[in-house]
């Protein structure tokens, strides 16, 4: 594996891509718009499968026919796919039919149904194995949020870093990624991705190398102008981009997670489509209030 080549793979932005559903059928010709308007932007690539995604209300072909929409449209961009299941074995068959469909990396969410039983010797065993027996390098992922409250404790992270097929992590925890950068810091081989746009800038000062961020997919060039003021050192532009960035997420994904990514979508030109039930549809009301408030932040004038 070439580190370098791993390591400039995994710098910038990255758009955890909803999927668009209408009545709860998959919009293929809505993600293929989408994926060829974001191809126009700056980001570095793509989380497909993800928590906006909405993965865990899609079977295993729903799940391969989105992945190789993203194979037709990828172009220049990296692709990262959540494969996570709840036992290894699974996991290790769905990240092997991913990776046959041409994505750059894998994201593995912790196992969490058993909870209480989940802990940093299990988690370092699903990690390890895993690692061991697919051919793309890995991506830990730890959102509590989304996992019962499971998360890779600080060691079991730094102790994952030295596997050469383990190349970084998705950070979306309440916490913060201090304990994570701090434990690995030594390590060059792994890169730490911020899950937020609310915590994006600050995250970039103290040594992630990116971020997946929600609020990519409607405004995806704010996003990269901030990662950019901060590799040329204009901490100025990039404290001014990210008050704008906190207040815009806040009024976006704080406000109703993936229904309110998508209607903010559909503000932006891009067709975020419906999520699938049971999540509500962002309502009338809701939308009207949201598109106040990105008025005031000036969210039109981004695109």
Not at 3 to 32: C, M, N, Q, S, Y
């Amino acid at each position: 594996m070439d580190k370098k080549a791993v390591k400039e793979k995994l710098r910038g932005v990255f758009a955890p891509v909803v999927t668009p559903f209408d009545k709860d059928k998959i919009r293929a010709d809505w993600l293929e718009y989408n994926l060829e308007k974001l191809g126009n932007t700056k980001l570095t690539g793509y989380l497909a499968l993800g928590s906006n995604g909405e993965w865990a209300g899609m079977n295993d072909e729903d799940q391969l026919d989105i992945l190789r929409i993203f194979e037709k449209y990828k172009a220049d961009k990296v692709v990262m796919a959540g494969c996570a299941r709840e036992s290894t074995l699974e996991t290790i068959e769905f990240s092997k039919k991913a990776i046959d469909t041409g994505v750059d990396f894998v994201s593995i969410l912790t196992p969490h149904y058993f909870a209480k039983r989940i802990d940093g010797a299990t988690l370092l065993r699903y990690y390890l194995k895993i690692a061991d027996s697919v051919t793309v390098p890995i991506l830990l992922y730890n959102a509590p949020g989304f996992a019962g409250g499971v998360q890779i404790p600080p060691l079991v992270t730094a102790e994952l870093a030295d596997h050469p097929n383990i190349v970084g992590m998705k950070d979306s925890s309440p916490a913060g990624m201090n304990s994570y950068l701090a434990a690995t810091g030594g390590n060059d081989a792994f890169h730490i991705l911020a899950g937020s746009a609310g915590f994006f800038f600050p995250a970039l000062l103290t040594g992630a190398t990116g971020g997946v961020l929600s609020l990519a997919n409607a405004v995806p060039n704010i996003c990269c102008d901030l990662y950019s003021a901060v590799c040329a050192g204009n901490l100025d532009m990039a404290r001014s981009l990210h008050t704008s960035l906190y207040l815009m997420n806040k009024a976006v994904s704080g406000s109703g997670g993936v229904s309110a990514v998508k209607a903010a979508m559909d503000l932006a030109g891009f067709h975020g489509g419906n999520p699938r039930h049971p999540l509500a549809v962002f309502n009338e009301k809701q939308r009207q209030k949201m598109k106040e408030s990105l008025t005031e932040l000036d969210f039109f004038s981004y695109f």
